[in-house]
């Protein structure tokens, strides 16, 4: 088995990814909030 040493794997790939997943979640919270304020003026 190769012997595994810390921190030495390239992770750009993997960091670009998670900050496209967090990008993704933050502008899905916006847009769910915007509309449950349009349904609530809509309704009112």
């Not at 992770?11 to 502008?27: H, P």
């Amino acid at each position: 088995m190769a012997d595994h040493k810390h921190g030495e794997m390239n992770i750009t790939t993997q960091e670009k990814t998670f900050e496209g997943f967090v990008k993704a979640v933050g502008w899905s919270c916006v847009v769910i909030v915007v509309f449950l304020v349009f349904l609530a003026l809509v309704n009112g």
